[in-house]
Antibody
């Protein structure tokens, strides 16, 4: 089955760190660009970060630049998001999302998400 | 970064046609994609490009674009179409930034 499964979410204090993981299966992970997209409780979707299929090209939203680091391990079919200096406004469900081979800036496969709560 | 604007809520009678719109400067240059999200679930891509549906998406979903406005049309809305709908595109600045609309909650009456 083609799927993405996120893990690593939880409760963290402001200023703390957390590392999210996304396990891919059912497709050739190394061939696809990947992204993280988040959704604050009751709010809309917000793009967070992009990584190319090889990992050589990376982009971030201004809201997380300098604090978050995206990475991938194609041998392990896994995507990661290292989140440092967390703020209350980073509280959200974090989804990993695949860009399809028919074009960028869109997402054809999403995980179920993992909830990150930043609170003291 | 550019913004995409959607109406917060739209309603449609069962079996009727509804159009959900998305406005933004980036849409003058780039096509929007559309996602359906039901409560507690991940978004699902329903329309991309000029008017393309991923496999498994019913043909009652269609997309169009004119000027700075993209539209998602559901022809013959079904009860299961009740959901939040989001548009997205790339930022018009030329940087690799992705933008989403604020979402439209569709109610099927």
């Amino acid at each position: 089955e083609v799927q993405l499964v996120e893990s690593g979410g939880g409760l963290v204090q402001p200023g703390g760190s957390l590392r999210l993981s996304c396990a891919a299966s059912g497709f050739t992970f190394s061939s696809y660009e990947m992204n993280w997209v988040r959704q604050a409780p009751g709010k809309g979707l917000e793009w967070v970060s992009y990584i190319s299929s090889s990992g050589s090209t990376i982009y971030y939203a201004d809201s997380v630049k300098g604090r978050f680091t995206i990475s991938r391990d194609n041998a392990k079919n896994s995507l990661y998001l290292q989140m440092n200096s967390l703020r209350a406004e980073d509280t959200a469900v974090y989804y990993c999302a695949r860009e399809p081979d028919y074009g960028p800036f869109r997402f054809d496969l999403w995980g179920r998400g993992t909830l990150v709560t930043v609170s003291s | 970064s550019s913004e995409l604007t959607q109406d917060p809520a739209v309603s449609v009678a069962l079996g009727q046609t509804v159009r959900i719109t998305c406005q933004g400067d980036s849409l003058r240059s780039y096509y929007a994609s559309w996602y359906q999200q039901k409560p507690g679930q991940a978004p699902v891509l329903v329309i991309y490009g000029k008017n393309n549906r991923p496999s498994g998406i019913p043909d009652r979903f269609s997309g169009s674009s004119s000027g700075n406005t993209a539209s998602l049309t559901i022809t013959g809305a079904q009860a299961e179409d009740e959901a939040d709908y989001y548009c997205n595109s790339r930022d018009s600045s030329g940087n690799h930034q992705v933008v989403f609309g604020g979402g439209t909650k569709l109610t099927v009456l």
